[in-house]
């Protein structure tokens, strides 16, 4: 079980990165919503990768810019990859219909979740990322009680 703390690293390459998805991958046998925070740039989508590969997707990750969202099916669990960056509206989400997809069972995994503020739900997991020189500094912060 996680606990409220909040966890602070600092992350040297991409491979790092994948790595971290992992982890967090681990950390939700089942559904969950994640919230990734960042500047342009700063891993968001690598971190998402990771976290694909490590479940076992093999074909091509890339950020749902322009469709808002992308879904996967590994091994008979759904995920979720959300980006909002060119959200022009909160209720835009609700006629793609997001509320289903938060309420099942699947792992969402949310880029840019301030654009739709006051609309998603508590988060169980908050991962900000940031540009620290050559590497990047990671703060994660559980907002709910993982088993």
Not at 9 to 23: A, D, T
Not at 85 to 94: F, G, K, S, T
Not at 122 to 141: C, F, G, P
């Given at each position: 079980?996680?606990?409220?703390?909040?966890?602070?690293l600092f992350v040297e390459s991409e491979q790092q990165m994948m790595q971290l998805g992992g982890k967090i991958a681990d950390t939700f046998p089942q559904g969950g919503l994640?919230?990734?925070?960042?500047?342009?740039?700063?891993?968001?989508?690598?971190?998402?990768?990771?976290?694909?590969?490590?479940?076992?997707?093999?074909?091509?990750?890339?950020?749902?810019?322009?469709?808002?969202?992308?879904?996967?099916?590994?091994?008979?669990?759904?995920?979720?990859?959300?980006?909002?960056?060119?959200?022009?509206?909160?209720?835009?989400?609700?006629?793609?219909?997001?509320?289903?997809?938060?309420?099942?069972?699947?792992?969402?995994?949310?880029?840019?979740?301030?654009?739709?503020?006051?609309?998603?739900?508590?988060?169980?997991?908050?991962?900000?990322?940031?540009?620290?020189?050559?590497?990047?500094?990671?703060?994660?912060?559980?907002?709910?009680?993982?088993?």
């Amino acid at each position: 079980m996680m606990s409220n703390n909040k966890t602070e690293l600092f992350v040297e390459s991409e491979q790092q990165m994948m790595q971290l998805g992992g982890k967090i991958a681990d950390t939700f046998p089942q559904g969950g919503l994640v919230f990734l925070n960042g500047d342009l740039g700063t891993g968001k989508t690598t971190l998402v990768r990771g976290l694909l590969r490590h479940l076992g997707f093999e074909g091509t990750v890339k950020s749902p810019t322009y469709t808002l969202v992308e879904p996967y099916c590994i091994n008979g669990r759904e995920l979720y990859h959300f980006d909002l960056y060119r959200l022009a509206d909160p209720e835009e989400l609700e006629y793609m219909g997001v509320r289903d997809y938060l309420s099942s069972d699947a792992l969402c995994l949310i880029e840019w979740p301030e654009k739709a503020q006051g609309f998603l739900p508590q988060e169980d997991l908050n991962v900000t990322l940031y540009h620290a020189d050559e590497m990047r500094k990671v703060n994660i912060s559980p907002k709910r009680y993982l088993i």
